[in-house]
């Protein structure tokens, strides 16, 4: 059996990057996507550790993703990256039922945390 993944969703490389060095550092398998859509298509539920997502992709919205994601696996636990000043994806987020929501800029320790406890 593989050991279980996070799944990174975010289309700047710059973050993707950032992000997949900070877990692997931490002992975390990482697996990356630019784009919902290329996520929700090699979407494997059985070692997923837990998903991170930027609230604005290229084609789909983060919520987006997480109702998809709800959909078929209402148990995975998921956090959303937003802008800081995004008070409408804040909003929806919240009215979506997420509760991980992290504000960009990332403060490292607490996406570590959050990660850990999943």
Do not use: W
């Not at 931490?26 to 609230?55: M, P, W, Y």
């Not at 987006?64 to 909003?91: C, G, K, M």
């Amino acid at each position: 059996m593989t050991e279980p993944t996070v799944l990174l969703i975010d289309a700047d490389p710059a973050v993707r990057d950032s992000l997949t060095t900070l877990m692997d550092l931490n002992g975390f398998k990482v697996q990356a996507f630019s784009t919902g859509s290329a996520f929700l298509r090699e979407l494997d539920q059985s070692n997923i550790h837990c998903v991170i997502c930027e609230a604005e992709l290229p084609d789909i919205t983060g919520v987006q993703v997480y109702h998809r994601l709800q959909a078929q696996y209402e148990s995975l636990p998921f956090a959303l990256l937003i802008s800081q000043r995004d008070i409408n994806t804040l909003r929806s987020a919240q009215s979506a039922g997420i509760t991980q929501i992290f504000q960009k800029p990332l403060v490292h320790r607490h996406l570590l945390t959050f990660v850990s406890r999943c």
